[in-house]
């Protein structure tokens, strides 16, 4: 087991849940653009690294990532512009949303005694 296979689980673990709520925009894995899963990777680097950060802190530091590669608020996600709906502070996610935090966190953390 390795990161990139922890963040594959998280990955798909999310895209499942986009599902369930209606949202089909998540592609596989293995069909997802690289920036996407080299984003996964490190959340899973982040939490790895810092054990006790929780949901807020892991929305927090994909918004740290998003912006430094230049990504913006958009009212629909569009990678072309940059732009994303979920690029606002933790506390303004819709709680839908937040949802996808918590899966990650909980993946990483269930999985990361694999390494």
Same mark, same amino acid.
């Given at each position: 087991? !390795?990161?990139?296979?922890?963040? @594959?689980?998280?990955h798909e673990t999310n895209r499942a %849940?986009c599902e369930t709520i209606d949202d089909?925009?998540?592609?596989?894995? /293995?069909?997802? +653009?690289?920036? $996407? /899963? =080299?984003?996964?990777? #490190?959340?899973?680097?982040?939490?790895?690294? #810092? +054990? !006790?950060? *929780?949901?807020?802190?892991?929305?927090?530091?994909?918004?740290?990532?998003? $912006?430094?590669?230049?990504? =913006?608020?958009?009212?629909?996600? !569009? +990678? @072309?512009?940059? @732009?994303?709906?979920?690029?606002? +502070? %933790? /506390? @303004?996610?819709? !709680?839908?949303?937040?949802?996808?935090?918590?899966?990650?966190? *909980?993946?990483?953390?269930?999985?990361?005694?694999?390494?």
């Open positions: 087991m !390795d990161v990139k296979k922890i963040a @594959e689980v998280a %849940y089909f925009s998540q592609p596989s894995w /293995r069909n997802a +653009p690289v920036w $996407q /899963r =080299k984003s996964a990777v #490190n959340g899973v680097k982040f939490h790895i690294a #810092n +054990p !006790d950060a *929780g949901c807020a802190s892991s929305h927090e530091s994909w918004l740290a990532e998003k $912006q430094a590669d230049g990504w =913006k608020f958009g009212e629909v996600k !569009d +990678p @072309e512009k940059k @732009e994303h709906p979920c690029f606002v +502070p %933790y /506390r @303004e996610l819709p !709680d839908e949303q937040k949802v996808k935090d918590a899966l990650f966190v *909980g993946v990483v953390r269930a999985m990361k005694i694999l390494l």
